[in-house]
């Protein structure tokens, strides 16, 4: 990939299989949940993408593409910013509390912090880990949480000072994360067997670790505070409903093939994966421990990641064409399809 100075510039421009039930309360009768696309910005450019991060209040988008991150206009769908020199870039992860933006760069195992209002990069900081891949802010104890996916383990930094706090082992690689807001962080293992652990952020410690029963490598996940809910998205197309406070399985619902993204719509009680065989799987939350698929939106080959504005209901995913996968090799012995060229393309989706 071509590298640049460092520098940010702005340019000018389902149906459940209940597995533990308790009495719950029924939530507030479900909004449409039908959704169609309605938008589709071809961004272009070359490189993949990881992570979406959405920034409702200034209403702009965060995409990890590969050696940078681009920053688009949620109004007008056109690239407003960029913020180069993140090589491997993989999370965004805004802290309003700081005013600051920080990237997880996974190839030069680094963290890179930006100001939130006019992108310019303010410090590059080498981390000790390998392949930091998600991260999350917790703002009770001010601290950023970087998830290291070659080093099994989660590295708990100062977010004023991105000095090493705590180093955490993982029983296997981390993946998405979520926190609840009442000091606990919660983190999906991607192993055969499907695991998640609590992290106590009051103490830094690990308090508990837990199997996802019928859950293979879960990568996405979503968490509903106010029942305390997590939704994790597997591989074998399945979404795991776990109870945040205990570890048991509540359900387990079916979703598309090849989820990556999990969000939640609290306001409607709707739990959403996005998945790479080119569908959106919208779930239904009855009440805390009964769910349903509620629609299949079909999407665009590839559309696994995924960001949520609260704010509008708009659901933003991106995707581009693919050629040929080539023939595998020693060095490569799974590859992947190859990206047509200039394809790379965001698709909005809202409800009807």
């Known amino acids: 990939?071509?590298?640049?100075?460092?520098?940010?510039?702005?340019?000018?421009?389902?149906?459940?299989?209940?597995?533990?039930?308790?009495?719950?309360?029924?939530?507030?009768?479900?909004?449409?949940?039908?959704?169609?696309?309605?938008?589709?910005?071809?961004?272009?450019?070359?490189?993949?993408?990881?992570?979406?991060?959405?920034?409702?209040?200034?209403?702009?988008?965060?995409?990890?593409?590969?050696?940078?991150?681009?920053?688009?206009?949620?109004?007008?769908?056109?690239?407003?910013?960029?913020?180069?020199?993140?090589?491997?870039?993989?999370?965004?992860?805004?802290?309003?509390?700081?005013?600051?933006?920080?990237?997880?760069?996974?190839?030069?195992?680094?963290?890179?912090?930006?100001?939130?209002?006019?992108?310019?990069?303010?410090?590059?900081?080498?981390?000790?880990a390998a392949n930091p891949d998600a991260a999350l802010y917790e703002p009770a104890g001010n601290h950023l949480y970087v998830f290291n996916g070659k080093s099994h383990d989660a590295l708990v930094?100062?977010?004023?000072?991105?000095?090493?706090?705590?180093?955490?082992?993982?029983?296997?690689?981390?993946?998405?994360?979520?926190?609840?807001?009442?000091?606990?962080?919660?983190?999906n293992i991607e192993s055969e067997k499907g695991q998640l652990v609590r992290i106590n952020a009051k103490t830094l410690m690990i308090?508990?670790?837990?199997?996802?029963?019928?859950?293979?490598?879960?990568?996405?996940?979503a968490l509903d505070r106010q029942h305390a809910r997590l939704f994790s998205v597997c591989d074998g197309n399945v979404m795991a409903v776990t109870d945040a406070h205990t570890g048991h399985s509540v359900a387990t619902v079916p979703i598309g093939v090849g989820p990556d993204a999990a969000e939640y719509d609290a306001a409607h009680a709707l739990v959403l994966s996005s998945n790479g065989g080119g569908t959106l799987s919208v779930i239904q939350q009855e009440d805390a421990d009964h769910y349903r698929v509620a629609t299949t939106l079909a999407t665009q080959k590839g559309a696994r990641t995924?960001?949520?504005?609260?704010?509008?209901?708009?659901?933003?995913?991106?995707?581009?064409?693919?050629?040929?996968?080539?023939?595998?090799?020693?060095?490569?012995?799974?590859?992947?399809?190859l990206q047509v060229p200039g394809t790379f393309t965001v698709l909005v989706a809202e409800p009807r």
């Open 1 to 128: 990939m071509t590298s640049h100075p460092k520098r940010s510039a702005l340019l000018p421009v389902a149906c459940a299989t209940l597995l533990a039930v308790a009495p719950t309360a029924a939530l507030a009768a479900p909004a449409a949940s039908t959704y169609e696309i309605v938008q589709r910005w071809q961004i272009g450019g070359t490189g993949g993408w990881d992570y979406l991060t959405m920034d409702s209040a200034r209403h702009r988008l965060f995409i990890s593409r590969g050696d940078h991150v681009d920053v688009l206009d949620t109004a007008t769908g056109k690239v407003t910013g960029r913020i180069f020199d993140t090589n491997g870039v993989h999370a965004v992860v805004l802290a309003e509390k700081l005013h600051r933006g920080y990237t997880t760069n996974g190839k030069s195992n680094s963290i890179t912090e930006f100001d939130l209002d006019s992108l310019t990069v303010l410090r590059e900081v080498p981390i000790p």
């Open 157 to 187: 930094l100062d977010a004023a000072t991105l000095g090493v706090v705590k180093k955490l082992p993982m029983p296997d690689k981390p993946e998405f994360a979520q926190d609840d807001g009442a000091g606990h962080v919660y983190v």
């Open 207 to 221: 308090d508990a670790t837990w199997d996802l029963p019928g859950c293979a490598t879960p990568s996405g996940l």
């Open 306 to 337: 995924m960001a949520f504005d609260p704010a509008t209901r708009r659901i933003y995913l991106v995707t581009s064409e693919f050629g040929p996968t080539p023939v595998p090799t020693a060095e490569q012995p799974h590859p992947r399809p």
